[in-house]
């Protein structure tokens, strides 16, 4: 299946060489223990995207103009750890690059590839979990990289933050320390959640973003809703202040399970991506060195 560009873009903003970022879609959807067609979320999240309004209001910015290259997919039908290896090739290939890269879901099994990949090359980093689930299974339906062991295998080389759980076993709760866990229930009341949730956080963060973290009356299109979770301004609040006071060094978006009747999924996904780009790229815009004013003559 072809991918088109993302946002509809133009050669001029979306050409490989002349992008700052690149969009990596992996339609995997093999070890997802409920409902299938995760597969299909990378393709309905970029059809939708065609209708994002390329101004952001809220930053005051057009991220676009930083060039978004939409890569083919990544097809595989391999298992699990197979396709954990090549994300990571995939993304380190970008990385070297000097491309920010975003990684589109398929199941969450596809971010530990993600993830491996950015931590190899960035020091100070850890990796920021916003999700339903633990997903701290040691081993799920026979497989050590099933979606329910993504942050169990992410935390063997990085440190691992959680935000947004709501459900969990009895063995993954005791797998990380309470201060790296922030219930969905807690965020809801406390005002200075995402304060604490940066508290946490190393220098360099990489984000995962599983989008039944979302209460499932805003994100029905998941393989695993879960009811009690995030609204749209709690989760855009917790990545703003992530960008504004740490280096995001990349991001992932898992678990869109399309909806035939009901696009208003896909697109909520499309705008979260486009605007954690926003956000990211606008701390750049604002850190970058000031031009010279011309000098007058005496």
């Not at 979606?147 to 005791?174: D, L, N």
């Not at 990545?239 to 697109?267: H, S, T, W, Y």
Request: charged share 30%; glycine share 6%; net charge neutral.
């Amino acid at each position: 299946m072809k991918n088109g560009n993302f946002a509809g873009l133009d050669e001029s903003f979306s050409g490989r060489d002349n992008s700052e970022i690149v969009i990596l879609p992996v339609p995997y959807d093999k070890t997802s223990t409920w409902i299938k067609g995760a597969d299909k979320g990378p393709f309905a999240l970029i059809e939708a995207s065609k209708a994002l309004e390329w101004y952001d209001i809220e930053t005051d910015s057009e991220v676009y103009k930083h060039g978004i290259h939409t890569l083919p997919a990544l097809m595989t039908n391999d298992g699990p750890e197979e396709m954990t290896r090549k994300v990571r090739a995939r993304v380190k290939e970008f990385l070297d690059l000097g491309k920010f890269v975003v990684t589109l879901g398929g199941e969450h099994s596809i971010s530990v590839g993600a993830a491996l990949a950015y931590s190899e090359k960035f020091k100070d980093f850890c990796v920021l979990q916003l999700d339903a689930h633990s997903d701290l299974r040691e081993e799920y339906d026979q497989s050590r990289y099933n979606h329910a062991c993504v942050a169990a295998r992410i935390k063997e080389t990085s440190p691992v933050v959680q935000a947004g759980i709501r459900s969990m076993s009895i063995e993954e709760r005791k797998k990380l320390p309470a201060r790296d866990i922030f219930f969905a229930k807690d965020i809801a009341r406390d005002k200075r959640r995402a304060g604490k949730i940066i508290n946490r956080l190393s220098g360099n963060v990489y984000v995962t973003i599983d989008l039944d973290v979302f209460d499932c009356a805003y994100m029905p299109a998941t393989g695993t809703p879960e009811p009690g979770g995030l609204d749209w301004y709690q989760v855009t609040e917790i990545l703003k202040a992530v960008a504004e006071k740490r280096n995001v060094v990349g991001f992932d978006i898992a678990e869109l399970c399309p909806l035939q009747f009901n696009k208003a999924p896909d697109f909520l996904a499309a705008k979260l991506v486009y605007k954690f780009l926003s956000y990211i790229f606008k701390k750049s815009e604002r850190f970058a060195p000031a031009k010279a004013a011309p000098r007058k003559g005496l």
